[in-house]
Nanobody, 117 residues
């Protein structure tokens, strides 16, 4: 079992920055791929960024060059640094974890990000 707790969301002006964090508990964190998804009202959940257990990263085209995902295995934490935020980045951001060689995804409760002037 893996429990995921996100933090760091909030209200920010366009062009601003936020840093989201997700802390995991309950298992061997280094063996999990970690990711961030987001869901805006009336829209499907979409992938934002993924970091594998080996440290490889992948980003949605809409956030490339603005967002950076990173992990700290010692702290069992994955972070999402979000810069140059746009109103369209407004969504609930959810942390996810998938152990290597499995297909089951664990999800956090999400943290709200609002970008507005």
């Amino acid at each position: 079992q893996v429990q995921l707790v996100e933090s760091g969301g909030g209200l920010v002006q366009p062009g601003g920055s936020l840093r989201l964090s997700c802390v995991a508990s309950g298992s061997i964190f280094s063996m999990y791929a970690m990711g961030w998804y987001r869901q805006a009202p009336g829209k499907q959940r979409e992938l934002v960024a993924i970091i594998t257990s080996g440290g490889s990263t992948r980003y949605a085209d809409s956030v490339k060059g603005r967002f950076t995902i990173s992990r700290d295995n010692a702290k069992k934490m994955v972070a999402l640094q979000m810069n140059s935020l746009k109103p369209e980045d407004k969504a609930v951001y959810l942390c996810t974890a998938r152990r290597d060689y499995t297909t089951y995804d664990y999800w956090g409760q999400g943290t709200q990000v609002t970008v507005s002037s």
